[in-house]
């Protein structure tokens, strides 16, 4: 059975889904917004709250660093200045993981490049997260996969080849792996979330966990997830969809994401074993609403039964009707009134008929 462990957390076929609340960048840069996104996460049910870590002058070419950056979801004049406007350094990762553990909620990080990795590994994080845009990025994916933490790769805008290549890279070094489907749109369209990728990735990838980092705006699509196999789900998490900043438009406000972990947890429950039975709290109302077999009409002792002298009623507390073919053709042993059960001790041959309704 394929199973992944985070921070003593084990993440399996038969198990609940593990529910990523992904902080990214929301927190707009301030410590005390991210830990009170951590607080509020964890008390909506999140296993784990997902930062983003950027080595940003190494990660960037000077163009794009320096490149203009003015519009209303800018935190600075270049891409450069914004980008390291959001960004936590040393002392402030060390607060939040030490926080995060104090309140009961995981921290995992998305490692953008190399001096990143080696940072958070520094720091010990439980897990790391791989971006999407670098599912191409082997030298990345093998310098993570060394530490031998728990891995979490996305999948958006690659293909098949892409997620393959990737898995093959990986899986010699560190088979902690988890894989989501993934689409990189901000918001992602319905039509194009593609969520059947996740059957295809358990069928291909028997030894990774599979999951779905999802764009959209809603939580159905994670429950849908959830019924193809996905077990860890990843969700953009704000507490303004209004907030300056690109992603929190399609981010669940605390509402939104504790309905989620609810739902998911519901149906961990609701999927039960497969195995068709009633149970008892069923035996009541099925009585109630359910159907016997009665006389149609008054009938005298000696009357052999005919179908116009049968009627189905309820409540449900008799012969049930699909044993009407066994009592046609009997003969009463006894005056029966309109409405009186029909059983198969008032007709002839009673014992003959209880051994074969009990057949």
């Avoid at 840069?29 to 909506?44: I, N």
């Avoid at 009541?284 to 609403?289: G, N």
Wanted: net charge negative; aromatic share 8%.
């Amino acid at each position: 059975m394929r199973k992944l462990s985070i921070d003593g957390v084990n993440i399996q076929d038969d198990g609940g889904c593990y529910v990523i609340a992904e902080i990214g960048n929301n927190h707009q840069g301030k410590l005390e917004t991210a830990m009170e996104m951590f607080r509020v996460a964890r008390e909506c049910g999140a296993n784990a709250v997902k930062l983003q870590k950027r080595d940003n002058r190494s990660l960037y070419t000077k163009a794009s660093y320096n490149k203009p950056y003015e519009n209303e979801n800018s935190f600075g004049k270049t891409y450069g200045e914004h980008r390291e406007f959001l960004e936590f350094g040393w002392s402030e990762y060390r607060e939040l993981l030490d926080y995060a553990r104090e309140i009961g909620v995981t921290v995992i990080a998305t490692a953008f490049d190399i001096p990143s990795a080696d940072f958070l590994a520094k720091l010990d994080i439980p897990a790391f997260k791989v971006a999407s845009g670098d599912l191409k990025n082997i030298p990345l994916l093998t310098h993570i996969a060394a530490f031998g933490k728990p891995m979490i790769v996305s999948t958006g805008g690659g293909s098949m080849d892409d997620v393959n290549r990737a898995y093959d890279a990986i899986m010699p070094i560190n088979p902690r792996l988890g894989i989501l489907q993934c689409t990189a749109g901000y918001p992602a369209e319905f039509e194009e979330l593609n969520l059947r990728v996740i059957t295809t990735f358990r069928e291909r990838f028997p030894h990774a966990t599979i999951g779905l980092s999802s764009h959209d705006n809603g939580i159905a699509m994670a429950i849908a997830a959830f019924m193809l196999g996905a077990r860890i789900v990843e969700k953009h998490f704000t507490f303004n969809h209004t907030w300056k900043g690109t992603d929190h438009a399609f981010s669940l406000e605390p509402g939104g994401f504790r309905k989620l972990v609810r739902d998911l947890s519901r149906l961990k429950v609701a999927i039960g074993d497969g195995v068709k039975r009633t149970y008892e709290s069923e035996v009541e109302p099925i009585i109630k609403m359910g159907k016997k077999l009665v006389a149609a009409r008054d009938l005298p002792e000696g009357h052999t039964l005919r179908r116009e002298d049968l009627a189905i009623k309820s409540p449900g507390d008799g012969l049930p009707p699909y044993d009407m073919d066994k009592v046609i053709g009997r003969v009463t042993c006894q005056p029966m009134a309109e409405d009186e059960d029909i059983s198969f001790e008032k007709l002839n041959g009673a014992e003959r008929w209880q051994q074969l309704a009990a057949s």
